[in-house]
């Protein structure tokens, strides 16, 4: 409607200024060479809009052929747009047999070897030959690389994917997920003093926990032979506490308490007892009942005493701390032990202690660790979680 008044006003100047022109024509001269004209200017405005006129019909073909590329060129990118929209959903959705009809339609959109058509060949349907492709193109190298890295880990190859990951390091520093491939494979390769270095890097990156950096840490000390560096490093890492108190005999008394304040854990109490094994039962007993000061009411304290106690033969003691233990916790192989051994040593009840042993069957190992990703139980520390292979992730329960 705007357009519309809009034009109409133009005609309307138009017609008025045609008029006016008409009632005063006036007279020009042109005159050039020997030749002279003479006319009016409403005849010369007449003239020069017929030639605008004329050239505008002449460009009309060139305008066509230019409208005609326009859309061709719009319509392409149309197109293209929606192959975009249709991978993307399959991809979303996981609609694999979309993924396949797709697949075969990208070259004909995008240009064979292009970095979009081999990224999005290697979102619907990955091979290796591709993610080689994508890793020789400047702008898509680190997609390559994750993808080569996943197939040589899948296949086995841990060499070759960590030669990979260190290759894509030193120009990616800054990547989480990179640096965090790299020192879990520079584990299981065994090259831990690499794996040390990558963990600096870790750190560098604040990507992962304070605690979880400390236990790596200490983890890899002590596979490179450092003990005492490891305990320091994670004193309640009962590994670490272990290893240094063989490794320092003098310190060992000192090492395996702090370890104990940390952490109480039963080979602890065990690595603890061993230190006293000169000295008597009653001894070992009193050191112990110390010891499981510092963390009254722990189950490994009320095994760690009662276990002690019946060394010592204290049967009231140890029976009391059994009694505790069974009142607070469920039977466990030690405790079902132990009863039988009280039951037989201490009551001469052979029957009572019978009892005990055939419980033992069925009680639960003492599970001292855990893993803290996978919830894994296990009653021996590992430096890679069994069942979800997570570097370090052992904790004390
Ligand atoms: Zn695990």
């Known amino acids: 409607m705007k357009k519309f008044l809009i034009f109409l006003i133009c005609i309307l100047i138009l017609s008025l200024f045609s008029l006016w022109l008409m009632e005063n024509p006036g007279t020009v001269v042109i005159s050039w060479i020997d030749y002279e004209i003479t006319t009016s200017m409403a005849a010369l405005i007449a003239f ?31 197109n293209k747009e929606i192959l975009l929209q249709q991978i993307l959903n399959a991809i979303a959705s996981q609609d694999e047999q979309a993924g396949i009809k797709l697949s075969t339609r990208i070259d004909k959109i995008y240009s064979t070897n292009s970095s979009l058509n081999l990224l999005l060949k290697a979102l619907l349907k990955p091979s290796p030959d591709i993610y080689q492709k994508l890793s020789e ?25 960590l030669t990979l990951c260190e290759k894509a390091i030193l120009k990616y520093k800054n990547i989480p997920w990179l640096v965090q491939e790299t020192l879990y494979l520079q584990v299981l ?27 790596q840490k200490a983890t890899l000390l002590l596979k490179l032979n450092k003990p005492f560096e490891a305990y320091k490093t994670a004193p ?23 370890a104990w ?19 008597t039962p009653l001894v070992r007993y009193k050191k112990i009942e110390k010891l499981v000061s510092k963390h009254p009411g722990n189950k490994i304290s009320y095994l760690a005493l009662a276990d002690s106690a019946l060394q ?9 701390e059994l009694d505790d233990y069974l009142a607070a916790y469920t039977l466990t192989v030690p405790a079902a032990t132990m009863m039988a051994f ?40 590992s430096p890679i979680c069994p069942k979800c292979s997570t570097f370090a992730s052992t904790e004390t329960l």
């Not at 190298?141 to 880990?153: D, M, R, T, W």
């Not at 033969?313 to 140890?318: I, S």
């Open 137 to 161: 193109l400047p702008e898509t190298e680190l997609a390559g690389f994750k993808g080569l890295i996943q197939i040589e880990q899948k296949n086995g190859n841990l060499e070759a994917a």
């Open 261 to 279: 304040e940390e952490t109480p854990s039963w080979e602890l109490y065990k690595a603890y007892t061993n230190l006293f094994q000169k000295e």
């Open 342 to 381: 009280y039951e037989q040593e201490a009551r001469h009840d052979t029957k009572e202690a019978q009892k005990w042993i055939e419980q033992m069957k069925t009680a639960e190992p003492l599970y001292a660790f855990t893993c803290s990703k996978c919830g894994y139980k296990s009653d021996t520390w």
């Open 189 to 215: 390769n065994e090259k831990w003093e690499s794996a040390l270095n990558t963990l600096e890097q870790i750190k560098k990156l604040k990507i992962e926990s304070e605690q979880h950096y400390k236990n």
């Open 236 to 258: 309640w890492l009962p590994q670490a506490a272990l290893e240094a108190a063989k490794a320092n005999p003098k310190k060992a008394e000192s090492i395996l308490t702090r």
């Open 312 to 320: 010592a033969k204290l049967w009231g003691q140890a029976k009391k």
């Open 48 to 78: 020069i809009v017929f030639i605008s006129v004329i050239i505008y019909i002449l460009r009309l073909p060139v305008l066509f052929i230019h409208f005609i590329k326009r859309s061709l060129v719009h319509q392409k990118q149309k």
